[in-house]
């Protein structure tokens, strides 16, 4: 089936960088999507959304850009911290063909180490 | 606002006994959501509840069920716990009103349960 992917799962970058977390998407049909950060022991918290309608959203440190010709979404951290060491995950939202029902599908995550 | 509160935060079961997780929103939330996450599987959906006094099987329901007791509080019992049910169980919430609308997800600190 269809699904959401990610293309690094461990990303290293130096405290300071500017850091970038990419998600692939299959299902042209999708029109919303999320980004997660998970730390160590914690659940899932929420970071930023964007809609298909829109190809840029800009949050405090953080921004998504949606590229929907290649179905591409990436997070982007300005200057990252230690703080922002964690697992990232995509989730996209896409309606079920025939059905009006609408799928939540999480990505399995990226490894954000931040080097001091 | 607490968000979503779960309890307990770690339990040590054997193999056939029982227990029930339980989850707690304040945002006045419509839907609530139980996932466990294992390694390299990402989130997965156990049982979700649309509203008070509705459930529907998620992604993996074999092996436990669910009861939303009121709009805040949704419980997931496991009625006898297997090793295979060793996993981190998180809670969710979130504005949707039905199966037709999804919308940000907001997790608890999860449960990490050990079955021996």
């Known amino acids: 089936g269809e699904s959401v992917g990610l293309h690094l799962p461990t990303l290293s970058v130096q405290e300071g960088d500017n850091s970038i977390i990419n998600c692939a998407y299959s299902?042209?049909?999708?029109?919303?999507f999320i980004w997660y950060k998970q730390e160590s022991g914690k659940g899932p918290q929420f970071i930023i959304d964007i809609r298909s309608n829109m190809d840029k959203r800009q949050g405090q440190r953080v921004t998504v850009l949606l590229n929907k010709t290649v179905k591409h979404l990436s997070l982007q951290i300005a200057a990252t911290q230690p703080g922002d060491s964690a697992v990232y995950f995509c989730?996209?939202?896409?309606?079920?063909?025939?059905?009006?029902?609408?799928?939540?599908?999480f990505g399995s995550g990226t490894r954000l180490q931040v080097q001091p | 606002n607490a968000g979503v509160t779960q309890t307990p935060k770690f339990q040590v079961l054997k193999t056939g006994q029982s227990m029930t997780l339980q989850c707690a929103q304040d945002?006045?939330?419509?839907?609530m959501y139980w996932y466990r996450q294992d390694p390299g599987m990402g989130l997965r959906l156990i049982y979700y509840?649309?509203?008070?006094?509705?459930?529907d099987k998620g992604e993996v329901p074999n092996g436990y069920n669910v009861s939303r007791l009121n709009k805040r509080e949704f419980s997931l019992r496991l009625e006898s716990a297997a090793p295979s049910q060793t996993s981190v169980y998180f809670c969710a919430s979130s504005e949707a009103r039905s199966l037709r609308d999804q919308e940000t997800q907001y997790f608890g600190p999860g449960t990490r349960l050990l079955v021996l």
């Open positions: 509840s649309a509203s008070e006094g509705t459930t």
């Open positions: 989730a996209e939202i896409t309606p079920i063909m025939d059905t009006g029902r609408r799928a939540l599908t």
């Open positions: 945002m006045n939330h419509n839907s």
């Open positions: 299902n042209s049909a999708s029109d919303y």
